[in-house]
């Protein structure tokens, strides 16, 4: 949905601050920064910080306005005629943020969001990354709202992203080469792995600026994660939707890791003898979508000396009816069993990390606030494997090496 970078030292030890970005109307940079703002980030503080870009010719201003019912600061980043400058390669983004006088962390994260920027374009147009030239997203409002965004979250103290599902909207736009559909093609591509929903709205509710931000600091999408709560801020977008506020709401507050949560799921089962092997793929596909947590098969003798499967699935208690209906459907059985199993798993999120073979999602799970595993999606290691004629396993220790290394540094 991916890379993401987050050092995870804050887990370990007592309480840490989060940002939770909820985004019913969509995202966009300035979006971003001016939830911050009207959470609390200082305004001239944020200013003085961008300052230490290299860009001369902009100014940011903050004021209040009205989205329908709802209050929200509007942060703009008014630029001179000669200040504009629409086609900037990635190179020339990296240098500009790399002479400046920014801190590391902020120069780092900054980075990796214009690098994602890039990779997606040049996977949507087929070309290699340094031959990117950016239009919008090269001039300099895009970069101030880039970069102020990661200023803001650091003023704002906030050691972990977490993003709501995005609003994808729809319709069509005008770009450089004529009109395109919602979302965008370098859009569709950073959304990749990312939870996303059709409000039914026909616009462009994520831009790539947006989309660029939360997909690659996020730690989690989804559900806002368990915290006290200690400020709450809106940002006003530019666009008037009908019945929709066109606002982002942030979330600061405080949460403390577990060592691993307990929870009471439904093992549901049946056995069976006479169906073809080949009908397995599609029930298991079916039972994941049902709303399984987990599916496996194991090999039994049942009577007669007949070699049978066991059909298992994990749900939560309330979908254990849906996945009945599965295995009397796409199955021979004429009866399913289910009994209650208590269970403790670790807490784990999807982190999107830039390794030496591009952009790959990890699984990480961490025991108390330590880190205790660090998967590579298997299908994205292959893919890329594929693509650059590799060995898989080459690709996946190569991955998980990088992981590990990313993680703990």
Wanted: charged fraction near 25%; charge should be neutral; include cysteine.
């Amino acid at each position: 949905m991916p890379g993401r970078l987050l050092r995870f030292s804050a887990y370990a030890w007592g309480r840490m601050k989060i940002a939770y970005f909820d985004c019913p109307s969509g995202a966009a940079g300035d979006m971003i920064m001016a939830s911050l703002v009207d959470a609390g980030v200082d305004v001239a503080a944020l200013r003085a910080e961008l300052a230490r870009l290299p860009l001369q010719g902009w100014e940011l201003t903050a004021r209040e306005v009205r989205k329908g019912a709802f209050r929200a600061t509007k942060v703009d980043v008014v630029v001179n005629r000669e200040a504009h400058r629409h086609h900037r390669s990635l190179r020339d983004i990296l240098e500009i943020l790399d002479t400046s006088a920014l801190a590391p962390s902020v120069k780092e994260r900054a980075s990796r969001i214009f690098t994602r920027l890039a990779d997606a374009e040049a996977r949507v147009h087929g070309v290699a990354r340094e031959t990117v030239h950016f239009h919008d997203v090269g001039a300099v409002d895009a970069i101030i709202d880039v970069t102020g965004g990661v200023i803001a979250l650091d003023l704002a103290g906030a050691q972990a992203v977490h993003v709501s599902a995005l609003p994808i909207g729809g319709g069509l736009v005008g770009g450089p080469h004529g009109k395109i559909p919602v979302p965008g093609p370098g859009t569709a591509e950073l959304l990749r792995g990312f939870p996303v929903v059709d409000t039914g709205v026909r616009a462009e509710l994520v831009t790539p600026t947006g989309a660029a931000i939360l997909t690659t600091l996020a730690v989690s999408a989804g559900r806002m994660p368990s915290l006290t709560v200690d400020a709450i801020g809106y940002g006003a977008g530019t666009m008037d939707l009908p019945d929709t506020p066109n606002i982002l709401r942030c979330f600061l507050g405080e949460t403390s890791p577990v060592a691993g949560s307990e929870e009471t799921v439904l093992q549901v089962e049946t056995t069976i003898d006479d169906m073809s092997p080949q009908l397995y793929e599609t029930l298991i596909e079916r039972l994941f979508d049902a709303g399984a947590l987990d599916v496996f098969l194991q090999p039994v003798i049942m009577k007669r000396g007949r070699p049978g499967i066991v059909v298992t699935a994990l749900c939560v208690p309330e979908r254990h009816g849906d996945l009945s209906r599965v295995l009397f459907e796409e199955t021979s059985t004429i009866g399913v069993r289910w009994s209650a199993r208590e269970r403790a798993r670790l807490a784990r999120e999807i982190v999107v990390l830039t390794t030496a073979y591009g952009a790959i999602p990890f699984k990480v799970s961490r025991l108390g606030g330590r880190i205790v595993t660090v998967t590579p999606e298997f299908a994205d290691v292959a893919r890329i494997a594929r693509e650059k004629s590799l060995p898989v396993r080459e690709v996946l220790d190569q991955a998980r090496a990088d992981g590990r290394r990313l993680l703990h540094d």
